[in-house]
């Protein structure tokens, strides 16, 4: 019933920026509390940021909190997630998710977008 659609991804230089995006529609979309989720190849799906309905609380997973930054723009049914000092680790497909209520658990979520590829180069 919520469609997400992410954009964004490519290559990046180690130490670099990249902004991801993620497009909400079939809902009001203020009424989401949305979350970011990365995977690479052999890995668990692991946390990287939630944000609430208004912008507020947010949360961070331990491997980006002080380089990445979760935001909203409710009138455009949009989640961003900005990346910064970006590291060859941080090369995976990253998801966004939609949820009512914010968590930091990738169960709790109803909603998932088909990703978007970040690569960063060493």
């Known amino acids: 019933q919520v469609q997400l659609v992410e954009s964004g991804g490519g290559l990046v230089q180690a130490g670099g920026s990249l902004r991801l995006s993620c497009r909400a529609s079939?809902?009001?979309?203020?009424?989401?509390?949305m979350g970011w989720f990365r995977q690479a190849p052999g890995k668990e799906r692991e946390f990287v940021a939630a944000?609430?309905?208004?912008?507020?609380?947010?949360y961070y997973g331990a491997s980006v909190e002080g380089r990445f930054i979760i935001s909203r723009d409710n009138a455009k049914n949009t989640v961003y997630l900005q990346m910064n000092s970006l590291k060859p680790e941080d090369t995976a497909a990253y998801y966004c998710?939609?949820?009512?209520?914010?968590?930091?658990?990738?169960?709790?979520?109803?909603?998932w977008g088909q990703g978007t590829q970040v690569t960063v180069s060493s």
């Open positions: 944000i609430g309905r208004y912008g507020s609380p947010t």
């Open positions: 998710a939609a949820r009512q209520w914010t968590s930091t658990s990738a169960n709790d979520y109803d909603y």
């Open positions: 079939g809902r009001t979309f203020s009424s989401n509390a």
